[in-house]
């Protein structure tokens, strides 16, 4: 896909791996729409782009709100940005036992990424299959394939977005419209200063591999969108390791329980 005057929208674009994301995606060449409730976060990240030449435009609200959703949609559209591409990064969730997370967390971490990426992406879809063109991208967690102790309903949402991204790509098969899985391992960014105990429940075997920065999951992305992908996956030795689970699932499981030393 050729991202030249391309339009992209990106939620989570106010730090991390979607900040990132709308950042490359403006540099190479695409019309960025950033969405999450920092405004002035946004604004920061929004004029970064125009000083180096790019353009973008600037749209707050919380996800998590289905009318917010709406709303939102609705006033990109009339500006005549329908996207080519949506890149769903928006994510929440603080890794918790199941013991420790009331039921209203429980509720906020399904809300984003899944709700939010369901209800945007409907909102997008029918101009994009009216036109027989677009691409749509669900950013998740190798959490969608994997499990460890202290992250159940944080897990349990990173599979929910894996299914919409099946579930979807099967509804827009032959239309034109493209869906790419983004998946990544651990990945250095704001979230983990938002979330405090949850490095502290990242696996052993996970703890030991260099982490991602946010402009190597960016870069994956893009990727993905200009090969039309259907899947990208960093660090790319969790391909060993899904294999391996769906072959030795008990001995995996074993290794991701493992808790850390101190």
Not at 81 to 103: F, K, Y
Request: hydrophobic share 50%.
């Amino acid at each position: 896909m050729n991202l030249k005057s391309a339009r992209a929208v990106v939620t989570g674009a106010s730090s991390g791996i979607g900040e990132a994301t709308a950042r490359l995606l403006a540099a190479r060449g695409a019309h960025v729409v950033l969405i999450a409730r920092d405004d002035v976060r946004l604004e920061a990240v929004a004029r970064h782009i125009r000083e180096r030449g790019g353009t973008a435009d600037v749209h707050a609200g919380d996800l998590a709100d289905g009318t917010v959703v709406a709303n939102l949609a609705r006033a990109i559209l009339e500006k005549g940005l329908l996207p080519d591409i949506l890149v769903n990064c928006a994510g929440a969730g603080r890794w918790r036992p199941i013991l420790d997370t009331p039921a209203e967390e429980a509720a906020a971490m399904m809300a984003v990424p899944y709700l939010a990426a369901f209800n945007l992406t409907r909102e997008f879809l029918g101009g994009m299959l009216s036109r027989r063109r677009g691409h749509i991208v669900n950013v998740t967690s190798v959490a969608s394939r994997l499990a460890w102790p202290g992250a159940v309903a944080y897990t349990a949402a990173r599979w929910a977005m894996e299914g919409f991204t099946a579930a979807l790509r099967a509804d827009v098969y032959g239309s034109g419209v493209g869906v790419t899985l983004a998946m990544f391992g651990t990945v250095e960014s704001p979230y983990w200063t938002h979330n405090p105990g949850s490095r502290e429940r990242l696996p052993a075997s996970a703890a030991r591999q260099r982490a991602l920065t946010v402009g190597e999951a960016a870069a994956a992305i893009v990727r993905g969108i200009e090969r039309e992908q259907r899947f990208v996956l960093r660090p790319s030795v969790f391909r060993l390791l899904f294999l391996m689970n769906a072959l030795f699932p008990r001995r995996v499981e074993a290794s991701l329980c493992r808790r850390r030393r101190p």
